[in-house]
T-cell receptor, first 114, second 113 residues
Framework: DSGVTQTPKHLITATGQRVTLRCSPRSGDLSVYWYQQSLDQGLQFLIQYYNGEERAKGNILERFSAQQFPDLHSELNLSSLELGDSALYFC?????????????FGPGTRLTVL | GQQLNQSPQSMFIQEGEDVSMNCTSSSIFNTWLWYKQDPGEGPVLLIALYKAGELTSNGRLTAQFGITRKDSFLNISASIPSDVGIYFCAGQGIIQGAQKLVFGQGTRLTINP
């Protein structure tokens, strides 16, 4: 158990809909990272938040957005969903030291868009 | 997006054999991480490397941070059935002006009993 929690574990929805994925980081971690993992593909970095503010952006679509709240939990919002958005979405947390940040992953949310 | 070159992509071995996989990059990293992912689960951190040349072990696993800071390898000795899974390397460094963690495509390990 990494200490990172994600809900829901599974999500099935239709094209055009909007969903929200939730992540709670490990106790003491200020950074939250979101990743997308499609079938048979590696992990694609989407976005990072540090202590409530956006710190880095990866390959995140404009239809996707995220935020980190004062209690440090984070939400990833996916809108106008397309079939290709079906994937595992992982959240990871870390402490974001000055030159490095070991990331611990949550169990993921499996999103299926029908 | 930018990714590391991880090899091999897949391995089929007999139980008890040793395993070796590596990652290379054109970018310099200040941290190398190795993760294992079981089907439907999140990646689990196996070993973290923070200094060039560092050699670190975790049980039957050994990983090294290359001197050039552009590569890393992971060895698994005397493989057992529970070693089956996908192993990912990840390098962390400044890429396009921001601190980023970049993942390899993974090495899928299959063990024949």
């Amino acid at each position: 158990d990494s200490g990172v929690t994600q809900t829901p574990k599974h999500l099935i929805t239709a094209t055009g809909q909007r969903v929200t994925l939730r992540c709670s980081p490990r106790s003491g971690d200020l950074s939250v990272y979101w990743y997308q993992q499609s079938l048979d593909q590696g992990l694609q970095f989407l976005i990072q938040y540090y202590n409530g503010e956006e710190r880095a952006k990866g390959n995140i679509l404009e239809r996707f957005s995220a935020q980190q709240f004062p209690d440090l939990h984070s939400e990833l919002n996916l809108s106008s969903l397309e079939l290709g958005d079906s994937a595992l979405y992982f959240c990871a947390s870390g402490q974001s030291g000055p030159s490095t940040d070991t990331q611990y992953f949550g169990p993921g949310t499996r999103l299926t868009v029908l | 997006g930018q990714q590391l070159n991880q090899s091999p992509q897949s391995m089929f071995i007999q139980e008890g054999e040793d395993v070796s996989m590596n990652c290379t990059s054109s970018s310099i990293f200040n941290t190398w991480l190795w993760y294992k992912q079981d089907p439907g689960e999140g990646p689990v951190l196996l070993i973290a490397l923070y200094k060039a040349g560092e050699l670190t072990s975790n049980g039957r696993l050994t990983a090294q941070f290359g001197i050039t800071r552009k590569d890393s390898f992971l060895n698994i000795s005397a493989s057992i059935p529970s070693d089956v899974g996908i192993y990912f390397c990840a390098g962390q460094g400044i890429i396009q002006g921001a601190q980023k963690l970049v993942f390899g495509q993974g090495t899928r390990l299959t063990i024949n009993p």
